[in-house]
């Protein structure tokens, strides 16, 4: 087949938009997400073929061969940016308790993929007002989850969230009510999210491409001073190993986000990887090392007090019982070089196995 | 309407057993519980879901999807009002207000209107006046036409109908009935599709696909059981004739179903109905009912090797369902979203498996064209056209009804010999096509034949062939209007174009919205219309700038009226 020119092989049952990303041609979309079905809502992946009346959505058409394809001609690109401009017109300005979010400028703590409006509205010049009218989509302020932010004022009816939550996780949380402009996303009974099979695994708002779906606890830094930036690390919870971004604000952790390039992962998580980082930066942590006295209280001590009545206690037990009378077992809420740590203690120091970790629970 | 007594209530767990282990269960199933507690409850929603393992929520979505599923008091009790583009013009809202105490509320156009105005009462199909009179009358039969009137033009599907009795079996087979079935027994069903080829007989519910090749991808098609589905969703504005043709004469369409199915090696067919046609659904499983009696439906039809059933599925209201494959996923139980193409109903049909969806007419004109041959129906048409259609007429004319006429009629000889012209002191102004998909036609446009290629040269189709008629009384501006607002009523909400452009345009038609300034007003519009018309993901979105971009080409001045004239309707 051809692509703008280029001549190009193809799997079969490859799509044209495949096969365009694979050429780098940059084919705008809004409703795709690599991971799920093709869909074809947003109609801005659609190509011109040549011999066909009309353009075809590429995200759901296969490549054949002998297709000549355009993936950029004006009528294209007029077509892209009226489909922008009314998507834009159904949307409310979020003035949520978090103050974030209008159609053009949504907060990136919202989600990883919530730029992908703005960005798209900035890319095509998207001319504000154009095509006014009703707006669609009711942010469901009731639902007073701690983790999930259902802003649906921001909503544009992709029903990435919807897909994500059948295919990807098999939870069949949410799904689509009413019709038309009237559609909503909404769980049995327009209900709660911990009412119904939900598991807050967050997999919704990390892939909602507007920010009508939130995650709330990164919104609480929303008027935090500094850049956000992003650490690549594998969370520690379990054996699954999914790979993460830890999402910083200067020196505070605000965010943990799936990383979609993540070999195990391909950008799920479950509740915990995703929502239970708060120990973390937590008020009650421990400061300084404590160590127990004859009565039995715990003082506050120096490290190396501490380390060498630590110390001790462990030499005298080898001492006693034997080196197999030590067992440790890591803990899932630290971090990886500490589990690492661990292992090798008992392992370099007992010369035992006796080490587990809670994650293999 | 009050419950039955509690005694003669079915209980939950029976209706699961009685529909849970059929073909296509969650629409009877919901209609079941809908029926026995007059709304559908919570627990009745989750019952379903859980015999039928669909999510909760899913299943919601669903029910909430569909017009006619009532969740609160006075449920399926409530009158419903047609408001279609025909009864808003016969008094409509005069008959929603008078019925306003019983909780009535209006309903998209209900296929009644040679004689409005259509009124659903649970499952009654009344017809009511201005004043909120009810009547219950019998579906208008075609109007018969003098031969002086019809210069030797001969009728398919109509030309039996008028019989007294032919909708019961006996006096079905008094007039030729199921000969064509004993016929299609006795043929190979490679012949039996050539036949249906060479007559060039084409879809008659809207795209026009030839019939023949559809069977014959259908036979030739890997897999099975294959099906075969009668459409008979007929929910375009302005049409009704399949409603005309299965309440007088519905074994025709059984029987073309069955040679379908003996020509496709199809075993199963299913009957979609539209919810706005209760008695149509007692006629049609009544007659269901005789032709198994009589062994020609069912096991070993007339003691050969053919088997065929036919179930009969009812809808819950939503316009989209009469696309195919949005048909198909009602039936299958998910949201009636339209599914994404190729690949088509042919090989991946109901179930995924390879599927004709027809038409009521289109199969309707299966038998005589088995009778009589492809030769007679192919000279049916005028010209190079082949066969007849049958045209619903409705609106300014002296006789609405349906008129079947040879493709390639000039529509003025249909609206002046067969509907009798405009009414006393009127003009026609407009005649819309293919009910509202079509937009309408006004003018020098008036002058052209009742064939596709002539209907698209005018940017235009015939479709399923509704013909609304307005004269010179009507605003045009308020007859697009109501045409855009239903097409945003019905859109499924599946793609961005349809979704939004459907409301964004009945805004400002209505002018409830949008730009005050002329230029700017039509730039948006016009900016809607076209990428409507290249991105939307199904023919209700595709065609439903038609209607609007017509008003703009014949009407530019009520445009510019509407626009800037000093007040905004309300
Ligand atoms: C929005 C929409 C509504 C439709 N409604 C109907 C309908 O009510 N009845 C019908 O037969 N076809 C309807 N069609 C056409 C069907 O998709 C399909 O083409 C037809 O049922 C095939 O049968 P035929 O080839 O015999 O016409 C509709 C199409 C669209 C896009
Ligand atoms: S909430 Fe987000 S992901 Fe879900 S449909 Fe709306 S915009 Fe799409
Ligand atoms: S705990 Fe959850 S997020 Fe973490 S690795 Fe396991 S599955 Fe992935
Ligand atoms: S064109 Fe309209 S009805 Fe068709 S898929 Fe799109 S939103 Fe649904
Ligand atoms: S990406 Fe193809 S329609 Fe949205």
New binding site residues.
Partial sequence: MTIDGQKVDFAPGETIYEVARRLDRDVPTLCYDPRLEPFGACRLCVVEIEGQARPVASCTTKATAGMVVRTVTDALEAHRRTLLELVISENRDSGDAFGAGTPAHVDPLRGASSQELSTLAARYRVRPGRHAGAHSGHSRRDDDNPFILRDYDLCISCYRCVRVCDEREGDHAIHVGGRGFESRILTEFEGHLADSSCTFCGQCVQTCPTGALADKKALRAVDLPGELTKTRTI?P??G???SVDIVTKGDRMVAVQPAFDGPA?EGA??V???FAWDHVQHDERLRTPLVRGADGVQRPATWDEALDRAADGFRRAAAEHGAKAVYAIASGRAPHESAYTIQKFIRAGFGTNYIDNCSRA | MAAPPATDRPSDAELVARWAGEPAPLLPLLHAFHERDGVLTDDAIRRVAAALRIPLAELYGTVTFYHFFEREQPGRARPRVCDGPVCRRRGSAELLAALGHHGAEPMPCAGRCDEPIPVLVGDQQLVGARDGELRDLPTPLPPKLSDDRLPGWRECVFRHIRTEGRAALAGYRATGGYAALFRAIAMAPAEIVDVIAQSGLAGRGGAGFPTGVKWRLVAEAEGGPKSIVCNADEGEPGCFKDRALMDHDPHAVLEGMAIAGRATGAARGIIYLRYEYPHTLRVLEKAIREAERDGLLGERILGSEFSFRIHVRRGAGAYICGEETSLLESLEGRRPWPRNKPPYPVTHGFEGLPTVVNNVETLASVPPILLEGADWYRGLGLGDHAGTKVVSVSGDVQRPGNYEVPIGLPLRTLLQDCAGGALPGRRIVAVTQAGLSGGFLAGADLDVTLDEPALRAKGSFLGAAGLIVFDDSRDMVAVAADGIEFFAHESCGKCFPCRIGTTRLTERLTGSDGPLDLDEWRSEVEDICATMKATSACGLGLAAPLIVESLLRSFPDDVRAHVEGPAIET
């Fill in positions: 969370c919870y379990c699954v190993g999914c992962n998580l479950c915990k990887g995703q």
